[in-house]
């Protein structure tokens, strides 16, 4: 009977030490994953690194590729492209005026009415239609006579005080955002459509042109007084808010930016000087490329797999569009490598471009003291249920160090432009203000982007100089910038 007892007891010593054992080794595997996952993120962090030197070297080879594109056409990778608009608003415009917004698969049509000196905008309505997908692709007559159609019945409803008197024309400002070749305030030819659409028959025409028949088709008497870009448009209304507007910026899905230029530097300028002295400048500032930009493997793997891979660099490390992306890039492989959801991939992680940058943002921004809102998206998105709360802080360090460098590389292109039109020194006759209008969903949500961008650029820019930099919110240039640039071109002023 002892030597059963020794027996068992010798047993249960041995499955006591085999289950401690066990436990030491899972944990030992559990603490060399979250090393390895930690090593991932420590990795990522050094290569996005973006000291001020590294900002400061991105914002000269803005202002060096900023010359080169003003130089010639195609000398940059940045297009620079001349907007033909010389004359900004000035906030003395008065009367009713048009815009029309064709985007993407949706347009608005808007009407804005004028106070004149201090009156500002008296009043603003629009209405918005969708694109038929038959017309995205079929004539360029079927296409505009839809658009003009819907502008038609706009202006049918519209109220007798909008009325123009006998002789006068409504004038219109038309966005429209596609790649034009323009050649003049209100022309411009279709380089090639985007975004869904394919109308063989508009390519090389003239798109105000062809805007304009449709309206004579449908008897609208409506004159197009400007082609605009919408960043050229956010620089627009901006303007009319505050004089010391000279730079635009849109960091939305995509990023642009534009800005006022001497006609004088601009050496692909072949036409009479303007009487203003000035030209808006329109970047397209998305396709910047630099061997200064802090890219790692995750960005080089999401430009390879895009729709236009070596194209629109800058925008894909600053943008909304790729910034949830990146990070979904970021924890595929730590999934994979440290397990950090577990000891399978959750099959959702795979999916391209699901975790979409507002989803980052609220991330980002949870407070709770368990991160519940973390916690919340990745089971809601990603599928990913119970995840730690040390894992979820690792996910908001993550969007921290992705939104951080897209942030402060926004800001070294503001001021490369700051650069190239010679205002980042103090001047001797006392420091002018420099106000930048922004627009776009992701400077305006994104409150931490939104905070870094500016912090950085007054860092940048020094404390002396820091005081005269200011960020102005300007809303819609897309729909009451062109408004406005309709005004500010007018026939009748």
């Not at 010639?72 to 608009?85: F, R, T």
């Not at 009407?111 to 008296?122: F, T």
């Not at 989803?359 to 990745?378: F, I």
């Amino acid at each position: 009977m002892k030597k059963a007892t020794v027996g068992a007891v010798v047993v249960g010593a041995a499955v006591t030490v085999a289950v401690a054992a066990l436990i030491v080794r899972h944990r030992m595997r559990k603490s060399s994953k979250w090393a390895r996952a930690r090593a991932i993120l420590k990795e990522f962090e050094e290569k996005c690194g973006t000291p001020d030197a590294k900002l400061k070297q991105v914002a000269d080879a803005m202002t060096v590729e900023m010359h080169a594109g003003l130089a010639s056409e195609g000398g940059s990778k940045l297009k620079m492209l001349i907007s033909y608009v010389d004359n900004l608003p000035t906030g003395d415009e008065e009367g009713v005026f048009y815009a029309l917004d064709l985007g993407g698969t949706n347009f608005r049509v808007l009407r804005v009415q004028l106070g004149g000196k201090d009156g500002g905008i008296v009043h603003q309505e629009f209405a918005e239609a969708s694109i038929p997908p038959n017309l995205m692709v079929g004539t360029s007559e079927a296409l505009f006579d839809y658009i003009a159609a819907e502008l038609a019945k706009f202006v049918a409803e519209e109220e007798e005080k909008f009325h123009q008197p006998p002789g006068k024309q409504r004038e219109l400002g038309f966005t429209f955002s596609f790649p034009i070749m323009q050649t003049s305030i209100n022309s411009g030819t279709l380089i090639r459509w985007t975004k869904g659409f394919s109308i063989d028959d508009t390519v090389g025409q003239d798109v105000v042109a062809e805007l304009t028949k449709a309206m004579q088709r449908k008897g609208i008497d409506m004159r197009v007084s400007a082609l605009v870009n919408d960043t050229v448009g956010t620089l627009a209304g901006g303007r009319f808010s505050s004089k010391d507007v000279s730079i635009a910026v849109i960091l939305g899905t995509g990023t642009n930016a534009a800005y006022v230029e001497r006609a004088q530097a601009i050496p692909k300028w072949h036409g009479p000087l303007p009487k203003s002295g000035e030209m808006v400048i329109n970047m397209e500032w998305g396709n910047f490329r630099s061997s200064h930009l802090p890219l790692t493997e995750y960005d080089h793997a999401m430009d390879t797999d895009s729709l236009n891979p070596g194209e629109q660099i800058f925008e894909k490390i600053c943008s909304g569009m790729y910034l949830g992306e990146i990070l979904r890039r970021v924890l595929l492989r730590m999934a994979e490598e440290a397990g950090i959801f577990g000891d399978e991939v959750p099959p959702k992680l795979k999916n391209q471009f699901i975790l979409r940058t507002p989803e980052m943002s609220a991330m980002h921004h949870d407070t709770s003291s368990d991160l519940r809102v973390v916690g919340d998206k990745l089971k809601d998105i990603l599928e990913i249920s119970n995840t730690s709360l040390k894992t979820r802080r690792l996910v908001v360090e993550l969007c921290n160090i992705v939104a951080t460098r897209g942030a402060r590389l926004a800001a070294a292109g503001v001021l490369g432009i700051v650069k190239k039109m010679g205002r980042d020194t103090p001047r001797e006759s006392g420091q002018e203000k420099i106000v930048v209008a922004m627009d776009g969903g992701l400077y305006e949500h994104y409150t931490e982007y939104r905070k870094c961008l500016e912090n950085t650029l007054v860092e940048l820019l020094g404390e002396e100089m820091a005081t005269s930099i200011v960020f102005e919110h300007a809303n819609d240039g897309s729909g009451i910038g062109a408004a406005l640039l309709a005004a500010s071109n007018s026939l009748y002023v």
